[in-house]
């Protein structure tokens, strides 16, 4: 059995540089560490650190409870407003915000400025995006599908400013511009999608294409991993959605002569060695 392993799998540069942050915030003697919300979305890593002391704010409420400590921002982002009561409350603030998301909240929060309808594209209720919609000052819209371009109602006389969560399909996102321009909307667009995930997502699907079976890892919750399932199901029939190698049963994979690993970008490289040395050894 011949197993390849992408290699842009795993942990992209701003998830890295998120997790070795609270890893490290986590060694520091007599405070306490708190992320808002899961510092990634992968359950393996998030219990890892629980162990260790940091807790999850799951969200204002539960920041609103806090007098003392240290707050991380995940590399998610957030809204400028939890910034404000982080600060407002006297807690200690460390942003590990990964710096393509800072960039898109800069944009969004100085074309506000200037008056334009922010029109972001990405899953509504992901945390990235409602990040990113936490910075604009005036109207913003989130567009998902082309039904959600449809539905969209702005005045001739407004300009927007579109930009994209950084995990969205390159593929989805070209469609849903060119639907906008379709409506003849005075648009101001820039590709926010992080290179890294753009060169994932078109490997993996080339990778699904030579495989016979193709196992996609990463946290049930994680956008982007979802993502690359969906475009590695396109490729190739035989391909598995798993967190971890305990998720995989012998009986369920036809596994062929070439099994192709992929990872989102939550994923960590111990857990990705994890399965491609089992499949190797044990089927």
């Not at 998830?15 to 992320?35: D, H, L, M, P």
């Not at 979802?226 to 012998?250: H, P, V």
Request: charged share 25%; hydrophobic share 35%.
């Amino acid at each position: 059995m011949e197993i390849r392993v992408a290699k842009t799998a795993g942990f992209c540069f701003g998830v890295k540089r998120a997790v070795e942050t609270v890893y490290e915030q986590a060694g520091t003697e007599g405070e306490n560490i708190y992320t808002y919300g899961p510092i990634i979305h992968n359950e393996e890593v998030v219990r890892d650190l629980a162990e260790k002391g940091v807790g999850v704010l799951e969200g204002p409420e539960d920041l609103a409870k806090l007098t003392e400590g240290t707050v991380i921002i995940r590399s998610h982002g957030v809204g400028k407003t939890i910034y404000d009561r982080i600060r407002e409350q006297g807690l200690k603030l460390v942003d590990a915000t990964c710096p393509f998301v800072a960039k898109i909240h800069r944009i969004v929060e100085e074309q506000s400025a200037l008056g334009k309808h922010i029109i972001v594209m990405g899953n509504p209720q992901h945390p990235e995006v409602l990040g990113i919609v936490g910075w604009a000052s005036g109207p913003v819209s989130v567009v998902q599908t082309p039904e959600d371009t449809e539905k969209l109602e702005i005045p001739d006389s407004v300009s927007c400013c579109v930009v994209s969560q950084t995990t969205f399909n390159y593929k989805k996102f070209q469609d849903l511009v060119e639907n906008l321009e379709k409506k003849g909307y005075d648009s101001y667009v820039v590709n926010t999608i992080c290179s890294a995930t753009h060169e994932r997502q078109a490997e993996a699907g080339e990778l699904a294409s030579q495989v016979d079976t193709m196992i996609v890892i990463g946290g049930k919750h994680s956008s982007n991993t979802q993502k690359l399932y969906e475009i590695c199901r396109k490729e190739c029939g035989n391909t598995y959605y798993i967190q971890t190698f305990r998720d995989l049963r012998a009986e369920d994979l036809p596994f062929g002569d070439i099994v192709g690993i992929t990872a989102g970008a939550s994923t960590p490289s111990n857990i990705i060695e994890e399965v491609k040395t089992n499949v190797r050894f044990k089927f």
